[in-house]
């Protein structure tokens, strides 16, 4: 008997979902033929089955088990399949071009089949023997489709350009998807903004996120009310499927309580969208960062003046407050080895290049000089107004000025002590850096910022713990043990440099923050 329990625990690593196997076309059986497992095969990686039985679907380590039946898979030319689908923004441009420089690094050839206008496929082979090792299927749609295909289980991993929805989530956790929020189950590729676009002559050069709301909400219908004008507000926006046009619902209009006017023009892409907005004086868009074409960007701003431009610097460090990540959501299953390394490979420092070339905004660590903050430090003095805050802003630039900051920043979601998704990622990276000996023989402070809104002692108590608790983040995540190669440690100046007015819900989201400085 207990050489039959060992057995079992050898072969079976059990992820119970419930469902019942359809049909037998596979068995499964011990090498020593004590225990046998028959059902559907729903997957195999080249190491594992993952089969549909009537304990539910299982998977199984193939090491310890034989495959019998017309379902089983060749273990000698075995190759890795990955199905992909979601964005268009993602899966056009980005991916392909990570795809090319993980099989170029990984000495792999490939080939680049197109079925129909939204389904291609890569195949790599082996650049001596020409023998396939792997297909990677992409359906590129949108955000929506994306999800769906994961629910229905015909995607391994969905491109996406917003956070997933609470409904999704509840659906993929009760699929035996597991909890799609949790830190290993997304990762971040690259970074995008939702950027505000009008007509080259159009004379407006900013906007507030408030009044943003107000114009997609229909509150705020003609330009004069903007000082523009006097005429109709035309609005231009992507698909309602769009990843991008999801979340400038769920992070702008939802939390304003408003809900997108039904009069607005629809484009099925970017390049559509920033043409038709480019083109007319009255018109008014939200496009993605990496796709504004010949339009104008306007400035984000707040009644108290300071101005928030998107650029690549203020979408890495989130100053900016529309930034919108790209995701990758990654599914509790096990994926075949080729596809765990390509995961691996979009962390790496050639992928981060390869994200800058396609048009996008890498998450490579950048360091910035004092001299080099933009209106930041402007901004502090502007807001300092007695002594005791003359007091704090000296400190603070006399602590920084020796030091250099990085472009990772922490910024946690709105009503919560959570990092936000961008953050979760931030800190993945910023743990395989530290891991990788990047910054050994160098001090990383951890110094946070907060609103302006009560005590000022009372927001620096707060910034420090935020600051805290980002260090405690990063001491968790990296997995070598040894830290002794590098100081990491905290510091925290409460409202003394705030990013945006604080007299608007976003414009606190934007300066509550920890950002890691370097000497």
């Not at 906007?207 to 523009?228: C, E, F, P, Q, Y």
């Not at 006017?261 to 009255?282: C, F, G, K, M, P």
């Not at 009644?303 to 203020?314: D, I, K, S, V």
């Not at 502090?380 to 900051?405: G, Y």
Request: charged residues 25%.
């Amino acid at each position: 008997m207990k050489h039959v329990c060992a057995v079992l625990w050898a072969a079976l690593f059990l992820f119970l979902t419930g469902a019942t196997a359809s049909a037998d076309d596979v068995t499964l059986r011990s090498r020593d033929g004590a225990i046998e497992l028959s059902g559907t095969l729903l997957g195999f990686d080249g190491e594992f089955y993952r089969v549909d039985t009537q304990y539910g679907e299982l998977t199984v380590d193939g090491s310890g088990v034989s495959c019998e039946g017309p379902g089983c898979p060749s273990l000698i030319d075995f190759v890795a399949e990955l199905s992909i689908s979601g964005s268009s923004t993602i899966g056009d441009v980005l991916m392909p071009a990570l795809v090319e420089g993980f099989a170029l690094q990984n000495s792999l050839k490939t080939e680049r089949k197109r079925t129909d206008d939204t389904h291609f496929e890569y195949v790599m082979s082996t650049s001596d023997t020409a023998k396939v090792v792997g297909r990677f299927q992409f359906r590129v749609s949108s955000t929506d489709e994306g999800f769906a295909d994961l629910l229905a289980d015909e995607a391994d991993l969905v491109m996406a350009l917003r956070e997933i929805r609470p409904g999704e989530l509840a659906l993929a956790a009760e699929v035996g998807l597991g909890e799609l929020d949790d830190v290993n189950r997304s990762r971040v590729l690259a970074l995008d903004a939702m950027t505000v676009i009008v007509s080259p002559t159009n004379p407006v050069s900013a906007l507030s996120v408030s009044d943003l709301a107000r114009i997609l909400s229909g509150d705020i219908d003609n330009w004069r009310t903007l000082g523009g004008v006097d005429a109709p507000i035309s609005i231009h926006m992507r698909d309602a499927q769009s990843g991008i046009a999801q979340a400038v619902e769920d992070r702008v209009l939802r939390q304003a309580r408003l809900s997108l006017v039904e009069d607005v023009a629809r484009h099925s892409t970017n390049t559509a969208l920033a043409q038709a907005v480019a083109q007319d004086q009255l018109a008014i868009g939200v496009a993605s960062y990496s796709e504004i074409g010949n339009s104008k960007p306007l400035a984000l701003t707040g009644p108290c003046g300071f101005q928030l431009r998107a650029n690549r610097l203020t979408i890495k460090t989130e100053d900016y407050p529309l930034t919108a990540p790209m995701f990758l959501y990654i599914p509790a299953r096990r994926l075949p080895k080729l596809a765990r390394d390509f995961l691996a490979y979009t962390r790496t420092g050639p992928a981060q290049i390869i994200t800058r070339r396609a048009g996008f905004v890498d998450q490579a660590p950048e360091e910035i000089a004092l001299n080099a903050q933009g209106d930041r430090f402007a901004n502090a003095i502007q807001v300092a107004e007695t002594e005791v805050d003359l007091i704090a802003l000296k400190r603070m630039v006399d602590t920084l000025a020796p030091l250099r900051r990085l472009s990772t920043s922490f910024r946690f979601e709105a009503g919560a002590a959570r990092l936000d998704a961008q953050s979760r990622s931030n800190v993945q990276q910023l743990a395989r850096a530290i891991e990788a000996g990047v910054y050994d023989g160098r001090q990383l402070v951890f110094v946070g910022f907060s609103d302006g809104e009560g005590p000022a002692a009372g927001n620096l108590r707060i910034a420090q713990q935020r600051a805290q608790a980002v260090k405690q983040a990063i001491e968790a995540t990296v997995e070598s043990s040894n830290l002794s190669q590098v100081q990491l440690s905290t510091d925290a100046f409460g409202e003394a440099m705030p990013m945006a007015c604080d007299d608007t819900s976003w414009g606190r989201q934007v300066n509550r923050r920890v950002e890691v400085w370097v000497r």
